[in-house]
């Protein structure tokens, strides 16, 4: 846009500290190393075998098992974890924790960081909950890539009273990572990515354990005909079970809230298939069409 | 293989009738012409419309709007429509159909041909129901693609007692599309579908359809966020209405059965996340990724 190249390439952080470094956390630590983000990235992981490999692959400057040493002196703190652990790690990570930090995260819902991680912050420490929505089925710190964040959206939930500076580096990493920014209140995050993303893993992990209940002879025509639909759904249930485990834990009053809803239009479906109501069944797949078009239009093909 | 170039070549039916010109059909129409597999192509469809289409980009040598005389002189005739006009078609064709002459078909579902199809052949024509796993979302004349069958299977599913030769043509024309052939009986193929493929295609039309209830604000955020899981049902919920109306309809016991066992495995999930039973979720989800490996394995993704 004008600007020089070193403008593009502007320190936003001394220091980062990431918390842990799978799929998300290590294509961020990618993204940051790439345009010189950070003069300095840490990374805490909880297991040793994690670490070592976030170290083979020089993801980051320092490596550390103890949270509270990672995010020591730490301008911005991105947890990266399963949710499931957010809590154990701000209580572990607070004592380590500057004035004027910034801890955010990448978690697929957002009310519940409030409860886990908000509670354990030190005062003058600004939380800033964030949400990048992309991913794929891979995951650890070897399935990472720069361009994972690239046109997708990232959405920030923090408090309606939060630091307004805060809120605006977070914004500006994610920024720099190639996302467009939204920001939301926490519960109504949590509302549309039950729909868009968490009940159509549920259903995913659903319809494929379907098929391993079959017998062998019967799963292997399964894999040979699965071209049909079936594979979409096997890479979307291929995801990494520990994350997805703690979503439907974190998120579980917006899941079973939309899983009623969708149950409901099941058994509709359901119905007119067995009552051989042709029309409705034509009038309700031409109306899912145009949502398609959508999705197009929004540019999330 | 050794073999002159003009032995990929060779005819295999000096006259094939296309009945129906939407994706399959079209696609298997670009086959036969650029690898030179028939003599003569004709194309028959009920509307006008999709007939002009198909002459607008030449995909055969004559086209009509009576199934009986498209397929007049035809050694192979080769029914793409939606299943649910089979009956009317088998019933018009039937007249114009020489001895000897092959009747098949591309249709998702295969005992409702012997229903709807056989008893209107006359004495002498062989009936060898077919299915080319492969599709896209898009329909039409003009979505159709030669390469849309390259390392697909094909599932033949001719009654046990069908004459073995005409069996063996269908299968070499597939082959030359770029398919896998299996043999199979008729209700297994449409048990295996009911689960790979109608099941998965219901599910999807489900969700997008809960989402299309939704208003309008809520509806765009549902697009912007759809690249957490929901723009793959899209995908498939985008496909064309009218042919799968019959799928389900035509398929109706077999579609009904899968659904009650995914729904019974549906409900022990949803128990699983209102419980807060978080074991039963990890060890349900990665019993799921085992089946992705399957899946490719199988080179199916």
Chains 1, 2 share one sequence.
Not at 191 to 208: C, D, E, G, N
Request: hydrophobic letters at 45%; a positive charge.
């Amino acid at each position: 846009m004008g600007q020089p190249m070193s403008a593009a390439k502007k320190v936003l952080f001394s220091r980062i500290a990431l918390i842990g470094i799978g799929l998300i956390g290590s294509s961020l630590a990618r993204v940051v190393r790439r345009d010189g983000l950070a003069e300095h990235i840490s990374v805490a992981t909880r297991s040793k075998e994690t670490l070592k490999k976030a170290k083979a692959l020089k993801l980051a400057d320092s490596y550390s098992l103890d949270p509270a040493e990672a995010v020591r002196d730490a301008d911005l703190v991105m947890l990266a974890t399963p949710l499931g652990a957010y809590g154990d790690v701000a209580k572990a990570m607070a004592p380590g924790l500057k004035p004027g930090a910034i801890v955010s995260d990448v978690g697929s819902c957002k009310e519940s960081v409030f409860r886990d991680v908000g509670p354990h912050l030190p005062k003058g420490v600004h939380l800033v909950p964030g949400h990048p929505v992309a991913g794929t089925e891979h995951s650890g710190p070897e399935a990472g890539f720069a361009e994972l964040f690239d046109g997708r959206w990232c959405v920030l939930t923090p408090a309606r009273e939060a630091d307004a500076e805060a809120v605006d580096k977070v914004a500006e990493l994610w920024r720099r990572a190639g996302m467009m920014i939204e920001r939301m209140d926490a519960r109504h995050h949590d509302q549309v990515l039950a729909l868009t993303s968490h009940l159509p893993h549920l259903i995913a992990y659903t319809i494929v354990g379907t098929a391993t209940d079959l017998g062998d002879a019967l799963k292997r025509e399964v894999f040979k005909y699965s071209a049909g639909g079936f594979r979409d759904f096997t890479r979307i249930a291929a995801s990494d079970p520990v994350m997805w485990r703690d979503i439907f834990l974190k998120n579980k009053d917006e899941v079973l809230d939309v899983l009623g809803r969708f149950t409901e239009d099941l058994t509709a479906l359901q119905r007119a298939i067995r009552r051989g109501e042709g029309d409705k069944l034509e009038k309700h797949f031409t109306r899912t069409r145009a949502i398609r078009r959508g999705v197009i239009e929004a540019k999330q093909d």
